[in-house]
């Protein structure tokens, strides 16, 4: 089973560039979502789904944009990446949609903004 | 947003031995989802354990087990009989209701287990 995946798992970026994280899962999971974690600072939610063409904001949705028109794939998009988004993304999807279940997360992305 | 505490940003344990990490919540909700999730070095993110708030029964999973306290809004997370393999950084997560679907998760605890 291949769970959560997540491509590309390093990615350096020069400030301005776009580029986008991609996530696919086979579980046929409702819920999908991106976080990203910084040192000191935990896991922080920066877009979410709860089904195929619908999205909504985490705790830090600034300058990242997401779509999910399948319920396999939900891609993050940097459109113009800058030093303060270098950071590990970690995609991660559940069965549940209203948080009754744990989440199954993808190996990561290090991303690096020069 | 949701406050998650975790007060440890570093513990040690003997191998063997018990270890209890801590976690506080903040939440004006009565009807949640409590997670610890483990992330080893591989930085793959595992879930240990659920509770659930409405259970006044505290989960437990083999060597894993948590000490729920609703009233104080804490969540500690026991690791009995430590192994190297428990090694790792933790994360409580709190899952409230009606946003159910966002999780909050505290900074961490790093967990070294010296043999």
């Known amino acids: 089973n291949a769970g959560v995946t997540q491509t590309p798992k390093f990615q350096v970026l020069k400030t301005g560039q776009s580029m986008t994280l991609q996530c696919a899962q086979d579980?046929?999971?409702?819920?999908m979502s991106w976080y990203r974690q910084d040192p000191g600072m935990g896991l922080r939610l920066i877009h979410y789904?709860?089904?195929?063409?619908?999205?909504d904001q985490g705790e830090v949705p600034n300058g990242y944009n997401v779509s999910r028109s399948t319920t396999e794939d939900f891609p993050l998009r940097l459109l113009s990446a800058a030093p303060s988004q270098t950071s590990v993304y970690f995609c991660?999807?559940?069965?549940?949609?209203?948080?009754?279940?744990?989440?199954?997360f993808g190996e990561g992305s290090r991303l690096t903004v020069l | 947003a949701q406050t998650v505490t975790q007060s440890q940003p570093e513990m040690s344990v003997q191998e063997a031995e018990t270890v209890t990490l801590s976690c506080t919540y903040d939440t004006s909700e009565s009807d949640y989802y409590l997670f610890w999730y483990k992330q080893p070095p591989s930085r793959q993110m595992i879930l240990v354990i659920r509770q659930e708030a409405y259970k006044q029964q505290n989960a437990t999973e083999n060597r894993f087990s948590v000490n729920f306290q609703k009233a104080a809004k804490s969540f500690s997370l026991k690791i009995s009989d430590s192994q190297l393999g428990d090694a790792a950084m933790y994360f409580c997560?709190?899952?409230?209701?009606?946003?159910?679907?966002?999780?909050?998760f505290g900074t961490g605890t790093s967990l070294t287990v010296i043999p």
């Open positions: 997560a709190p899952n409230s209701r009606p946003t159910g679907n966002q999780f909050y």
């Open positions: 579980m046929n999971h409702e819920y």
């Open positions: 991660a999807s559940s069965y549940s949609r209203t948080g009754t279940g744990e989440l199954f």
């Open positions: 789904s709860v089904g195929a063409g619908i999205t």
